[in-house]
């Protein structure tokens, strides 16, 4: 069995040794390079654009801008989120076009307003800087597009008047973005009335759809291929106006163009996430049972529309993995002169499970309860399972209490007192936090899979997932391996081009191996069936007598035989939509030290146990653990998109100034996987890859609490950082007024 063992990722040897193939790895005979001028105003009208300075210089090839896209019939880039799912929150709103190159008006800093073509990258940047803009700064702006509420008014509101215990909490969460390791890059090709275009795309398919879209063309004249992908973390989910632009500009100029973001332009450009505001309150009875959540949040969608899932998702799974009889939220997105925010990284269940997480320890602080009580107190029962929250959304199954009864076991939280007393003779304050969670993954809800058996001994997988680094050529070929008995290694993922995977929805919301395994397996049975046909043939037997096994078709009950290779070329397709969601859970404890003399918080110790229902290769999943940890503890103490209130400029946009954890400010994390099967996936499976990063905000944040609030700090804003911490110590130190 390859199932369940922790098999070193194969694809590790090909990109550790340098021969990955990212898309500035391919070049093309003829290739041109494209540049693009950005805004530097987060809000104008243009009022013309002179280009004759740079059709000047020697190597331009051409300068587009706005009114050459509209001549030419480009359309908006389409607001297309995932299809509604019936168990997600509806949102509805009116949003406006997103164009791939503005024509009369600018929305943020950073957004595209002309494309400079050149025989060479420099040569076209040089040019960019001579294309004259004349821009009316306009004031800057926002308005809500979406506002809705859902629960029951009357039953909170007699909830709360009825509590023992109230506790409010107000924050906003910090706006952060992917930071992937590839900057973003496209090459794109136009020939005999067909545009390919190699792109950091993590969803071929659906950028098939909406390049095709723009450029007003059949979905049949538009292929997208990605090779290896540096990261995505949910940005490149979207499509990017460069996508289109360098299509368009291929067909233009009559040669390939590719262009090549720099990293300042990928913070301006890049999409942004979290940046949700957020008014709560949980009642309480005198026993610590919860009575009511409410909750108003106020997602930042930036300038244009990309996605409205995690406000949704978010409020969806606002009451975590707790027993609340009674809830009220109002769901709100404003756009704003900022970068476009989308999903990233669990997409809205971070910012509210900090949120609970937050008020729970607010609530234990407060009215004298114990931190680990008060949680186990108002858990989710396993014997209760399924159980509906108080949003409808139906949890199949999961042992909550377990989780945080092993994460608290396996952090010692039990020992952690005489840590803290070790700590305080150091001059240390030392605290401890808690989080629980659960995540809500639908995505996409159709995939395909297509398997053929080669007589050479090979096993070809077409997904219409793709990896951005989850190790799906391991994991995938293991299971196949299993169900077709043969060794991972002769098993060959094809993925990541739309001419081969013509079907898929791409890798977010834990869709991967949760809806590829699901198809596979179909598509494997439909191989063997295939396979006993044919082995019924040449073993002169009758098909019904054919079974499967250890590799072998063989006729029931005799030693005849034919192996799986030996009976000819095998085929298997599957296609199936399906809008089940799954709720993979868990528990995070982080312990840190903070300096009170300068404010910084060191992570010393991180735990995390995840349930993601069946565990395919362990050491990937901790792996991915490992990165979503590192993520969340970075957003929690260090990064943050901070933007210039006055004019929206974006003050972060380089590295010196965009601050990521590194490993040598990490503690050597702990990961443990609980395994409680799905009941509502035919293999048992939940989604898997971000239990690190969605209970991390609220860990650690209930950890610099807990550190400080010998001091008199009931809460720090996130990101906790040496400043923030440092003024937090001096405000609580200061006399109180009357």
């Excluded at 050149?118 to 004031?139: G, H, I, N, S």
């Excluded at 509590?163 to 992917?178: D, I, K, Q």
């Excluded at 858990?379 to 139906?394: H, I, S």
């Excluded at 000819?568 to 009170?596: H, K, M, N, Q, W």
């Amino acid at each position: 069995m390859w199932v369940g063992k922790p098999l070193p990722r194969k694809e590790d040897e090909r990109l550790l040794s340098g021969r990955g193939a990212f898309t500035d790895d391919l070049s093309l005979p003829g290739e041109a390079h494209a540049c693009i001028v950005r805004s530097p105003h987060a809000h104008a009208r243009i009022r013309a654009i002179d280009s004759t300075a740079a059709l000047a210089v020697p190597g331009v090839l051409a300068v587009l801008v706005g009114s050459d896209a509209a001549a030419d019939g480009l359309k908006p880039i389409p607001f297309r989120p995932i299809s509604p799912n019936p168990h997600e929150v509806p949102l509805k709103g009116s949003f406006p076009p997103f164009p791939v190159l503005s024509a009369d008006e600018v929305c943020f800093v950073g957004e595209a307003v002309a494309v400079v073509v050149a025989e060479t990258r420099a040569l076209a940047r040089d040019a960019a800087e001579r294309v004259e803009v004349d821009y009316q700064p306009l004031e800057l702006a926002d308005h809500a597009c979406v506002d809705i509420e859902v629960g029951d008014a009357a039953a909170v509101a007699a909830a709360f008047a009825g509590a023992a215990h109230v506790v409010r909490f107000e924050t906003r969460l910090n706006r952060v973005t992917g930071v992937p390791l590839e900057p973003r890059c496209t090459l794109a090709v136009y020939e005999a009335g067909r545009y390919t275009l190699h792109a950091t795309s993590a969803w071929v398919q659906r950028h098939r759809a909406d390049l095709a879209t723009v450029l007003g063309v059949p979905e049949d004249a538009v292929r997208v291929v990605t090779r290896e992908l540096g990261g995505s973390y949910g940005t490149r989910n979207n499509f990017y106006p460069e996508y289109a632009l360098t299509a368009w500009a291929a067909k233009r100029v009559g040669r390939p163009v590719k262009c090549l973001l720099e990293r300042h332009e990928c913070f301006l450009s890049d999409d942004h996430s979290r940046d949700l505001a957020v008014q709560a309150e949980l009642a309480l009875d005198r026993e610590g049972r919860f009575l009511a959540f409410r909750t108003f949040n106020t997602s930042n969608l930036g300038a244009h529309a990309i996605s409205t899932v995690p406000l949704s998702k978010g409020v969806g799974v606002s009451t975590s993995v707790y027993r609340v009889p009674a809830v009220q939220a109002r769901a709100r997105a404003v756009l704003s002169n900022t970068t476009p925010t989308s999903a990233y990284r669990a997409a809205g269940r971070p910012e509210v499970m900090f949120v609970i997480e937050r008020l729970i320890d607010l609530a234990a602080r407060r009215h004298g309860f114990d931190r680990l009580e008060l949680r186990r107190r108002n858990l989710v029962l396993a014997a209760a399972m399924p159980w509906r929250n108080p949003f409808g959304l139906v949890y199949d199954s999961g042992d909550y209490a377990a989780a945080q009864e092993r994460a608290a076991r396996t952090a010692d939280w039990a020992g952690f007192e005489a840590r803290r007393a070790e700590a305080k003779r150091r001059g240390r304050c030392r605290g401890i936090g808690i989080a629980n969670y659960i995540e809500l993954n639908t995505g996409a809800p159709r995939e395909q899979a297509e398997i053929t058996v080669r007589p050479e001994g090979r096993i070809d997988l077409v997904l219409g997932t793709l990896s951005s680094g989850q190790g799906h050529e391991t994991s995938f070929a293991q299971l196949l391996a299993d169900w077709l008995s043969v060794d991972p290694a002769q098993v060959r993922l094809l993925a990541g081009d739309s001419d081969v995977a013509t079907v898929g929805g791409g890798t977010h919301s834990g869709r991967s191996m949760r809806m590829g395994a699901a198809v596979m397996r179909r598509a494997s049975d439909l191989a063997i069936e295939q396979g006993k046909q044919l082995a019924a043939d040449r073993l002169e037997a009758a098909a019904a007598d054919i079974e499967f096994v250890a590799g072998r078709f063989t006729v029931k009950g005799t030693d005849r035989s034919v192996g799986l290779f030996d009976v000819g070329a095998l085929r298997g397709v599957y296609d199936e939509s399906t809008p089940l969601p799954s709720f993979a859970y868990g528990s995070a404890v982080c312990e840190v030290e903070i300096d009170p003399e300068t404010g910084v918080v060191e992570v010393v110790r991180h735990t995390n146990v995840d349930d993601c229902g069946r565990a395919i290769n362990p050491l990937i999943l901790h792996g991915q653990a490992h990165g979503g940890m590192a993520a969340g503890i970075g957003q929690a103490l260090l990064e943050r998109c901070v933007y210039e209130p006055e004019s929206g400029q974006l003050q972060t946009a380089t590295l010196m100034d965009y601050p990521l954890a590194r490993a040598d400010e990490l503690p050597m994390f702990t990961t443990e996987i609980s395994d409680v099967p799905s009941t509502t996936h035919p293999l048992g499976l939940r989604g898997g890859g971000e239990g690190g990063t969605t209970p991390a905000l609220g860990a650690v944040a209930n950890a610099i609490a807990d550190a400080l609030a010998p001091l008199g700090v009931e809460h720090v804003e996130l990101p906790a950082t040496p400043e923030r911490v440092w003024r937090a110590i001096r405000e609580a130190a200061l006399p109180r007024t009357s």
